[in-house]
T-cell receptor, first 112, second 115 residues
Framework: QKEVEQNSGPLSVPEGAIASLNCTYSDRGSQSFFWYRQYSGKSPELIMSIYSNGDKEDGRFTAQLNKASQYVSLLIRDSQPSDSATYLCAVRTGGGSYIPTFGRGTSLIVHP | ETGVTQTPRHLVMGMTNKKSLKCEQHLGHNAMYWYKQSAKKPLELMFVYNFKEQTENNSVPSRFSPECPNSSHLFLHLHTLQPEDSALYLC??????????????FGPGTRLTVL
């Protein structure tokens, strides 16, 4: 059973701070990793994709992947109230399975 | 986001009705998915199609019937639904090639209410 674990939160951070969201996965063969943002009542929106160990930066967002420790994280710098949402971690194992595994999501609240 | 479109956006139906949800992707992707998301619950994968062939049916009741006529279009036919089927139904697509499975891009969803 492939599992993706996220702390459900809520994670509360002040405006301007760094928000750190973490995700662990059970399948060591996992190859593709994604972070999505989902506002209440809306569909998930892709924020970042990461495939190799290390950091990947895109604007205020940085994804960090450590395959040896089986975790992937998302850092949000200079957090804004508009970043308040649920963040979903998704993992794909490759091999043509076509079945992604999503975590349950972490609720982030950025307060002014 | 206009890459994946879904219609209708809102649907109210009785338990004896038959309706269909439509999804279209304009991204040239080869895989399409149906998900169900109930209030305050995680995403539930329902069906997966790759090159219009169904590759996954995640123990979904037969009152939900998918159809994928080509790689760009996906339907979910609904009949004799129950009130507990009320949820947000999401369509997604992805481009998967050997050695690299891409991210999924989601449509805006159909908010379904079963009376």
């Amino acid at each position: 059973q492939k599992e993706v674990e996220q702390n459900s939160g809520p994670l509360s951070v002040p405006e301007g701070a760094i928000a750190s969201l973490n995700c662990t996965y059970s399948d060591r063969g996992s190859q593709s990793f994604f972070w999505y943002r989902q506002y209440s009542g809306k569909s998930p929106e892709l924020i970042m994709s990461i495939y190799s160990n290390g950091d990947k930066e895109d604007g205020r967002f940085t994804a960090q992947l450590n395959k040896a420790s089986q975790y992937v994280s998302l850092l949000i710098r200079d957090s804004q109230p508009s970043d308040s949402a649920t963040y979903l971690c998704a993992v794909r194992t490759g091999g043509g399975s076509y079945i992604p595994t999503f975590g349950r999501g972490t609720s982030l609240i950025v307060h002014p | 986001e206009t890459g994946v479109t879904q219609t209708p956006r809102h649907l109210v139906m009785g338990m004896t009705n038959k309706k269909s949800l439509k999804c279209e992707q304009h991204l040239g992707h080869n895989a399409m998915y149906w998900y169900k998301q109930s209030a305050k619950k995680p995403l539930e994968l329902m069906f997966v199609y790759n090159f219009k062939e169904q590759t996954e049916n995640n123990s979904v009741p037969s009152r939900f019937s998918p159809e994928c006529p080509n790689s760009s279009h996906l339907f979910l036919h609904l009949h004799t639904l129950q009130p507990e089927d009320s949820a947000l139904y999401l369509c997604a697509s992805s481009q998967d090639v050997a050695g690299r499975e891409g991210p999924q891009y989601f449509g805006p969803g159909t908010r379904l209410t079963v009376l």
